[in-house]
């Protein structure tokens, strides 16, 4: 008995470079399509960014003072504001996001979380991404942080 296997995938190459770095975005389930991508590889030379948790701890003000207290959405925008921020140090953008792990203390602000993202990536490739609904983050009136690893050349 012969079976066949039919592998339909969606693949969005996000960037390329001189030095040969290639990003490619899988998505082989329709569901996933515009949410997360399912794998992300890479090809070639490059530097490889991976950033802490990064949640809403206020960086000007002292240790565990926490901005956006109660809203989820704000707290999740301005993480990805952060991440946006401690990337371009390194000479990265939010396209060379390769993985992220976000941690949320209520799963459900789901929807609040698809917004965020959305306003964050738009219509591009999301990255992959795994989402842990835990029972606390460092500080109490955290409610969601971001673990993000990403490729530059």
């Known amino acids: ?70 809203d989820f959405l704000a707290q999740c925008l301005y993480s990805y504001d952060e991440i946006k921020r401690l990337l371009a140090r390194h000479g990265a953008t939010m396209n060379d996001i390769v993985k992220q792990v976000t941690y949320v203390t209520d799963i459900r602000y789901i929807g609040d979380l698809a917004k965020c993202r959305s306003a964050t990536f738009g219509t591009g490739p999301v990255p992959t991404n795994t989402l842990l609904n835990i029972g606390a983050l460092a500080f109490p009136e955290m409610m969601v942080e971001i673990d993000v690893t990403a490729v530059v050349p």
Do not use: C
């Open 1 to 70: 008995m012969t079976i066949g296997i039919v592998v339909l995938a969606s693949i969005v190459v996000t960037q390329s470079s001189a030095l040969g770095l290639e990003k490619k975005n899988y998505n082989y389930s329709e569901w996933t399509k515009g949410i997360f991508s399912e794998v992300i590889t890479v090809v070639g030379p490059g530097k490889t960014i991976y950033l802490a948790g990064v949640g809403v701890e206020d960086e000007a003000a002292a240790r565990g003072t926490i901005r956006h207290q109660g």
